[in-house]
């Protein structure tokens, strides 16, 4: 079953407590498997014409009401605080969202540890502080259902005025989701109470729906601070976009370098990941892939930590069970609930291959825009990579960073507890590159709708 049918299986249309059909269909809808896209980064120039652009906007993008459609292809949209600036809001509203967002991502490098290769100084040119305002991603089912809509985006495009497309990148991968590592991935998704959708098992308890859903009650059993007016924000949410460039070639080597044959080399990667190649967890596959599982939505991810306290199957310095360490005794205690997110990750460029190497990472451009969405979205990333990606302390690693995604200015070490001896291995370097990103609002159609009218402004025209 595709993972949109297995998805709408288990929607329960009477169980919804979400106003769905306000909501912006990307935030729940899962990512299609095999799937294409691209995103694409605007900047408004003059406001009427960003505004007259949303306005048109708003009638294609699909409501999370249409779980069960089946669509040839899809697109969300999100607007950065300075892309909100463009188009003329008013200062009262501006002044009501987040300090981080009104900062913007570049700005916020201190606090990301965006520092050395990953500073905003290195990053590509749409991601330069105060140039990306809006960005498009459009999912399609092939390539010919984007070429599709892309002739009518482009078409659309032409006839605005006071825009400018200042970039775009197709992504994709095939059915099996493999990720530039060879890794399926957006496999562990939190369940959205009031969406409406069974969980799968093991997905834990569902998350109070304001934890994504702007106005809805949070973890803490009341809304967050949200946008105003009510229209602009309610049923909106947050989105962190960061695009890096995968080294595989230097990961592939380093796996090289510290093994004897092949299998040592898959062992070590599913360590560092938590996962093998296919998916399959290390708690429920610990000595070798097992294809089946990882491809069984029902089964692989349903584990916890409670019979691994030590780390011996899967290891806490794992990307995996960094990220959610779901039921692990953390030493530096936090509220594992309130930094779930909602992952909408991308891939692109070349398939993985065993046979890439160093030499390579320089000339194949391939990697990941690393998309989630969350309502605090921006104290999530910023708890992320301070503590549980660039530090160790908070399971007794001490400056030890996550082996995947952590900045290693100098290479670092990855510890895997073995018997009778924990086995440390050097030369971790970067392996994904950080080229940019920006933190962006996802707002709600009736939203897009208030933005486009220029609702607040007597003299807009409609
Ligand atoms: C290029 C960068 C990255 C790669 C290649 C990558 C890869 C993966 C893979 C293979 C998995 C396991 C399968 C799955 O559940 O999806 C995973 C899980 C996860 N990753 Fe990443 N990831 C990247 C960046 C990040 C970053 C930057 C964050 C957070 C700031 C993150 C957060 C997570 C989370 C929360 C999980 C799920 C953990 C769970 O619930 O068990 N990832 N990632």
Redesign the pocket.
Known sequence: MGILQELSARFRPDKVKLQLNDIQALILRSRPEPYVGIHSMIHVDEAAGGRDLLRRLADHIPAASGWTDELDSWTGVAISYDGLKALGLPETSLESFPLAFQQGMAARAEQLRDFGENAPETWEDPYRPGTCHIALTIYARDDDALDDVLAKAEAELEKSTGITLIGTHRFGADEDAK???G????????LVDGSGVDPLPGQERAIAPGEFILGENSETGSPLAMPQPAPLGRNGSYT?L?K?Q?RVGAFNDFLREQSADEGEQDYIAAKM???WQS?A?LPLAPDRDDPELGADSRRN?DFSYEDDHRGLVCPHAA??????P?DSQLTILSDVNI???I?R?S?YGPKWSRDVTSESDAQEDR??F?I?ISARAFD??EF??QE??NRGNFVDLGEER?P??GLHQTPGTFTIPETPVRRKIDGVTT??RLRGGEYMFMPSLTALRWIGDGAWDEGASP
């Open positions: 990720n530039p590592f890794f399926r991935d957006s496999i562990s998704q939190p962190v960061r890096y995968s990941f938590g996962r998916g967890p991810n990307h995996m069970r960094r990220l959610n779901r930094h779930r997110i992952r990750s891939t990697g990941l690393f989630f999530t990333i992320l990579q549980w990606i996550d995947i995604v392996f994904n």
